[in-house]
Every structure is written in structure tokens, then in C-alpha cells.
């Protein structure tokens, strides 16, 4: 059995001034690279031969396998444990019927297609890459991004080929990647492949070692989002919902928001009148201060100017390991919604997306449903419940579904919640509203969970119950201020709901949640 957690693959050319080779490849193999590849793509062969001969006496004193880029022949010259071929190199069935039998044999993959090849062409593992941008190699093919991972790898369901991604791994995303490379069918990485974070560093043994540390925590835990739920009743789910009311309360958490000039007086409000602290701040400057101090991140894509400022902190909030509710207003309205939309999903994990029929649909590449500017027009999903478990798993997130009946679903429970009124739709931004107290609720389920061990985790708290309190405080107080005498229509309907967040409790929350789990 190969264990190819952490997969080095050298690149001589990137090491750091004065460091010799062989120093370099010891040190990593000490701190604990499981596998490592030889890839020299400059040397001519008597070089090539040379550091495969090192590179094979070192990996053997560490009992560590080693694999030849491209070159059958050095493979085959100094025994080395098998080779690694790109799309344009020796094809597998050559190379396997010039090696001795056992010997690995990888192949870098960018398709669905390619990886399948593979599959049937004998293939041991397959290399899926480029996850991240790098500049270590020429790529010739689009940055794949983390959530392109998970079809590569149903690829391989019912099959023993094993995978790595590759392609700007870091310490600082490593838990990112292998938080978001997994299947809807629940299909994982077998490790990660990195060439410059340990070649390029001054301490190689320490980068391995932190690397391999991310992955050892990760492949502990059994609690992996989508996968095992914890066991919901409606009970529990009302009681938690209210227990967060009650903490948000007690903690008064920081709120950060990034959002829309539209809305960003009413969802200040909101926030405040839950009984937490907004900051509505978004110069890119501070958002490294903020991500220290905040217990929730909301990040709101309804005017789209700050998106250098959306990359960053919630970059911050996942290195913190701390919610980051993603509302992506009107995604489907502009392409350039559409690709910075991508690009955030691409870098950091949100722990909840909130969207309406038209946004999700969007974010899903679904042509149910179709939106026109912020709003989503028609009659929405023939199986809304299945979209949000779907959805879910793909983005390995909470997702919540708002309309006139919200859905939402940690992957694997699914809740329809019915409270709600006719006027929340009548107001200007009210779903950015569900989205701030989402934000507000997911920071009470961070102040409950904050002193766990989260190591594996990318965030802390139950992100299922933050969602759903979100909702439900927001409808209870809708359904509560429109009854009011002094109610009017739209406009004495926004201060009114405001009281109402304002003087809900736990026990109201209780008492009002209609909320159901459905099965599909
Ligand atoms: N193959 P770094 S990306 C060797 O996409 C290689 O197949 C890739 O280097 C692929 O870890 C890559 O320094 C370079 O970003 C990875
Ligand atoms: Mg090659």
C-alpha cells in the first residue's frame, strides 16, 4: 500500500539560494513526505540519471517511495518505484509493458475525461491539477479551483486508482483543498502534491511537517459536512435555535459585513437589534484586524466593488476558522457576477450560501429556474429539497433556499421552514436581512463551539442551526410585525419588523418555528 498523503515533487530550480539538493530532499523526508517525484525538466540525461540515483538512496533510507517524471528509461535505470506521465507523454500502456510488473504508474488529469482514460488504461493514481494558480509550472490548461475536484473524482468511485490534487497547495489552503476536492458521492483525495511550499522553503522538514499535519487531522475526523449529520428533530432543532438566541444575547458577538449600500443602514439595525455588534467595513486594509476580533463574517455580493476585500477576509475568517455566510445577490444577472461569484467559491469555503431560487440556481448552473436583476421569477424548483442537498454537498457548505417556504440543508437533513409574510417581500432587501441574521446566528453557534478542537474542521459551530435560526428569526419577526395595528404597508412595516427582532425571545422562537425535515 502507497500512501500518498504527502506527495513531494521536486523542482530544483526553486530551491532556495545555497541550498544543496540532497540536503534539501533529506530534510523533507523527515518531515514525513510519504511519496516523492523526481521531475527535472532541464537536466539532459546523464544529470537527470545522476539526481534520480541520489534522490533513489535517500528515499530508501526512509522507506518512501520514489517516482521518475516522464523518463521510462531513468525509471528502469535506477529501479525507481514507478513514473509519472502527463497528457503528452509516453501513453500508459507503453510505459506499463516496458516496466517490471508492480511498478506505480500516475498520470496528470485536468477532465473528467482524462481521468477516466486513465482509469482504463491501468493507471495506479492519477495527479488532478491545477487546483490553485502556481508559477511553477507552464499550465496549458485553465486553474481547475477547488470545487472542479469532486467530478474528477467520482471518476474513480468503484475503482482502486488513487488521487492527489497538485497546483499551489500551501500550508495557508491546504485544509481548503482537501475540505472542498470531495465528491457528492463522498469520494476524497488521497493526498496532496506540492512542489514549491517545500522545495522553496527554508525549512523543508517544518513545511512537510505542518503540511502532513492539515492532512493527518483531516483524514481523523469522521464528522465531514455532508456526510454524518448530527441526529435533528424538529425538538432540537427549536431548542438549539432558541439556545443561540440566548448566546448572541449573552456574547453580543462581532458581526462583519461586507454588503450593499442598499441595504446596509437596515441590516446595521438588524444586527444590532438581535443583540450582536455590526461593523459594516470593507477597505482591504483592515480586514486582517477584523478577521481576529469577528465572530461571524457575512459577505453580500449586491453591489459588486470590494471584491479584492471579499478574497481576502474570507480567507482570514477560514484561516480563523470562523463562519463566512456567503449571500450571492443577483449572481445570475451579469457574467461578472457570475465569475467573481466563482472566484470567491474558488478561495475560501463558505460555511453558509443563502440565495433565492434564481441566485442558487445560478451558482448551480441550473436552468430551472431563471432570476431577472436580484429577483427570481417563476415558480421555483420542482424539488427544492433535493436542490439544497445537492447544492450542499457540491459546495460542501449549509445552503438555504429563501422564498415563501425556505429550504435548508447541511447535505445530508434537510428542513422546510414555513414562517414568513407576504410584506418581507414588499420591503427592499429583505433577503440581504436573511442574510445578516444568519451571519448573527452562526456567530452564536462560533461563541458556543469556539474552545472545541476544530483542527480538522473549517469552521467551528453548527453552521445547520445558525442558518435555520437565521430564517426563522427573521420570518417570526415579519409574521409578528405585520400583524401590528399601526402597520400600514411597506414602509411602517421596516421599523416594525425591527421591534420585532428587537423583542423576540427564545421562548417566542419556540413558540412560532414551524419547521419540519423532510426526506427525498
Ligand atoms: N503539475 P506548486 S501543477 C508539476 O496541474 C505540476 O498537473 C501540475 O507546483 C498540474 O506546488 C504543477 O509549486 C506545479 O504550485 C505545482
Ligand atoms: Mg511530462
Known amino acids: 500500500m502507497i500512501d500518498y498523503s504527502l506527495y513531494l515533487v521536486t523542482g530544483r530550480e526553486l530551491l532556495p539560494e545555497g541550498k544543496a539538493y540532497c540536503d534539501f530532499l533529506r530534510e523533507a523526508l523527515e518531515g514525513g513526505v510519504t511519496i516523492v517525484q523526481v521531475r527535472e525538466k532541464k537536466a539532459d540525461t546523464a544529470e537527470f540519471l545522476h539526481i534520480a540515483n541520489e534522490s533513489k538512496n535517500l528515499c530508501t533510507n526512509y522507506g518512501v517511495p520514489l ?240 471584491n479584492e476585500s471579499m478574497l481576502t477576509a474570507g480567507r482570514f475568517a477560514n484561516d480563523a476558522k470562523k463562519p463566512v455566510v456567503f449571500d450571492p445577490v443577483g449572481v445570475g444577472a451579469t457574467e461578472f457576477r457570475r465569475k467573481v461569484a466563482a472566484e470567491l467559491l474558488n478561495t475560501w469555503q463558505a460555511s453558509v450560501i443563502k440565495g433565492n431560487a434564481g441566485e442558487l440556481a445560478a451558482l448551480a448552473d441550473s436552468e430551472e429556474v431563471q432570476a431577472k436583476g436580484v429577483d427570481s421569477i417563476g415558480v421555483g424548483f420542482a424539488n427544492p429539497a433535493k436542490f439544497v442537498r445537492d447544492l450542499a454537498r457540491k459546495e460542501r457548505c449549509v445552503v438555504a433556499l429563501t422564498g415563501a417556504i425556505d429550504w435548508v440543508s447541511d447535505g445530508t437533513t434537510i428542513v422546510k421552514l414555513t414562517n414568513g409574510h407576504k410584506l418581507l417581500g414588499d420591503i427592499t432587501g429583505s433577503g440581504c436581512l436573511v442574510g445578516t441574521c444568519i451571519a448573527t446566528f452562526c456567530a452564536g453557534a462560533w461563541e458556543l463551539a469556539k474552545n472545541e478542537d476544530g483542527a480538522a474542521k473549517l469552521v467551528r459551530g453548527d453552521m445547520l442551526i445558525g442558518a435555520l435560526g437565521g430564517i426563522l428569526a427573521l420570518t417570526i419577526a415579519g409574521e409578528r410585525a405585520a400583524v401590528r395595528s399601526n402597520v400600514q404597508g411597506s414602509g411602517t412595516f421596516l421599523p416594525a419588523l425591527i421591534d420585532e427582532l428587537y423583542n423576540l425571545t427564545p421562548e417566542k422562537i419556540k413558540q412560532d418555528s414551524q419547521v419540519e425535515i423532510v426526506t427525498v
Open 67 to 306: 517516482i521518475i517524471n516522464d523518463r521510462v528509461d531513468i525509471a528502469l535505470a535506477v529501479d525507481a518505484d514507478g513514473v509519472h506521465l502527463g497528457q503528452t507523454d509516453m501513453p500508459v500502456r507503453v510505459a506499463r509493458s516496458l516496466l517490471p510488473p508492480g511498478k506505480i504508474i500516475g498520470v496528470s488529469c485536468n477532465s473528467v475525461d482524462h481521468v477516466k482514460k486513465a482509469v482504463e488504461d491501468g493507471a495506479d493514481y492519477v495527479g488532478i491539477g491545477a487546483v490553485w494558480a502556481t508559477n511553477t509550472k507552464q499550465l496549458t490548461s485553465l486553474v481547475l479551483g477547488v470545487r472542479a475536484v469532486g467530478p474528477l473524482l467520482s471518476a474513480l468511485d468503484g475503482t482502486s486508482v488513487k488521487a492527489v490534487a497538485i497546483g499551489g497547495i500551501k500550508s495557508s489552503n491546504v485544509l481548503r483543498t482537501l475540505h472542498g476536492s470531495v465528491s457528492t458521492t463522498g469520494h476524497r483525495l488521497d493526498g496532496v502534491a506540492v512542489v514549491s511550499e517545500i522545495v522553496s522553503s527554508r525549512e523543508p522538514c517544518k513545511s512537510a511537517r505542518t503540511l502532513k499535519e492539515v492532512y493527518r487531522s483531516w483524514s481523523n475526523s469522521t464528522k465531514q459536512l455532508g456526510e454524518i449529520s448530527p441526529p435533528y428533530t424538529t425538538e432540537i432543532i427549536k431548542d438549539r435555535v432558541a439556545d443561540l438566541l440566548h448566546v448572541v444575547k449573552e456574547t453580543k458577538p462581532l458581526i462583519h459585513q461586507i454588503i450593499n449600500i442598499v441595504v446596509a443602514n437596515q441590516s446595521a439595525n438588524a444586527t444590532l437589534a438581535l443583540g450582536a455588534s455590526p461593523i459594516m467595513a470593507s477597505a482591504l486594509e483592515e480586514m486582517y484586524d477584523l478577521s481576529r476580533v469577528l465572530s461571524a463574517l457575512l459577505i453580500n455580493l449586491g453591489t459588486v466593488t470590494d
